[in-house]
């Protein structure tokens, strides 16, 4: 008798559990059957238009992009975080831009600004006289995992320090990661290593192939102001921070008597030493200086159960890009249509979706539009240091450039392999009918380039979910020229702009696969969990 009646128990209980999962699929497909291209288009429209100028931080069109998403969240009945009671959480920043006056030079190897270096004191200094010792440090990394070290006890104090961007060509996967990109090969851990270590300035040689992207880009992103988080006590930053081209360093290093090819060799083998080059840095940096604010924009959904209250499942997309800057063509606004206004787009039609269907995950969904991410991750990293629910309950999934050109055949899951979440992406690759792909270019380390980069610093499993592979009805060819055209030409530069002709299936098809992955996390009763966070801070 027992015994029939456990089996009664446990077919009930899978009858319960299959009843349950009905009821999740048939709610997830009435709210795709609510998904609207026409809203879409236009949230990306307007977020993309003149009329919000590049959406920059601390300008004007950052503001007004700010204030109409949290219109937007505000229509769908997002509820304000209770520890703010706003959808706006607030930023103080430091704002620095460097004047043209400025100038830096190397003995006799004279330096002309955008073109040939960018720099920015990192303090709050309207003006600083630099000179001193120009060291050179091949990759500027100490890693002792890989029994490596570029600066091998050298005391480089008050010095400016000479740095190759990226890291040690590797093949192998236990030598900094073969192919795909540390952390350590980043700029910002160049600087901060160079901060901590006490030197006065640190000058990045840039190389397309090291950097991921060309010298524009630089000039773009950092010929403009940059900003900052207040200091912190203890905290330490650069008098100068510079990028310099390959062709440049080529000079100071001929000056000396060596050949730049012959040095980057050198410091690709494990026997480095650094040393000090023969010319001194000289570098008049005048800044004009301000205080300003910027704020993420959040909005959360309740869950339907309390056990999970505080375990929220955080979608960010950052909604800030460049501004307004140097003109290109007779264009100085830099819209961002690809790069973030599609993501963004994305995040605003999901939380209408969420809110207007109905569905009720046991989870609160936290939607978080970020600001400053174009300045280093400020807006991420603010949250993460100031979070509305304990990050140790939080869960991160990240949204940034989606394909304007079409829904794709191909998803790639970037860090997922350092979470327990795997069966998750499996899960979200069979319903959407898609094939998992590795990164298509690790060596430029996207993981560590967008927001759920400090969400990973501290521990929260984090993904960031991007479209790979062929663009559906199209040839590999056309796929591979549209992104290689985005990359080379409209990439942070006034052309990334909205075009009318865009395909927006692959917004759509974005919309979806993130809420899958909210249902797919949302059903697990465990809090999801960080396995791997080598190579993060």
Known sequence: MRSIKYIIMIILFIVGVNLFADIISNDIDRAFSLISEKKIRGYLRYLSSDELEGRGTGQRGGELAAKYIAYQFSKFGLKKPEMINSYFQDIDLIG??????????????????????VMVNELEEKEYNLESELIYVGYG???SEYKWDDYKGVDVKDKTILILVNEPRSDREDFFDGRALTYYGRWTYKYEKAAEKGALGAIIIHTNEGAGYNWDVVRNSWGREQFYIPLNKGEKRL?????????????????????SEEMIERANKPGFVPFKLCLKVKAKLYSNVRKTKT???????????????????IITSHYDHL?????????????????NASGVSVLLETARILSKSGIKFKRPV???????????????????????????????????????WGATDGITFLGIERTNLSSVSEEIAKVMKMKIMPESHPEVGMIFRSDQFNFMKENVPSIYIKQ??????????????????????????PFD????????????????????????????EEQPKVLLNKNIK
């Open 141 to 143: 990394i100490e890693a």
């Open 497 to 524: 702009e909205y075009d009318s002709k865009w395909d927006l299936s692959g917004l759509i098809q974005m919309v979806k696969i993130i809420i899958n992955t909210i249902s797919a996390i949302d059903r697990l």
């Open 468 to 493: 790979n592979g062929e663009v559906i009805g199209k040839p590999k060819e056309w796929s591979d020229e549209k992104l290689k055209e985005y990359r080379l030409i409209k990439y942070h530069s």
């Open 96 to 117: 620095i831009e460097t004047r043209k006056e400025s100038n830096l030079s190397f003995g006799d190897v004279k330096f002309k600004f955008l073109d040939d270096y």
């Open 323 to 339: 501004g307004k800057g140097k003109s290109i063509r007779g264009d100085n606004i830099y819209n961002g249509a690809v790069d």
């Open 295 to 313: 704020s993420n924009v959040l909005g959360y959904i309740e869950g339907s159960d309390g056990r999970y209250s505080m375990n929220p499942i």
């Open 239 to 259: 008098h100068l921070a510079s990028w310099i081209t390959k062709d440049k360093a080529g000079e100071i290093f001929k000056a000396c008597n060596f050949d």
């Open 366 to 404: 936290l939607f978080i539009a970020t600001a400053a991410e174009e300045d280093g991750l400020k807006g991420s990293e603010y949250y993460v240091k100031n979070p509305l629910f304990p990050l140790d309950k939080s869960v991160n999934i990240n949204i940034d450039s989606v394909s304007v």
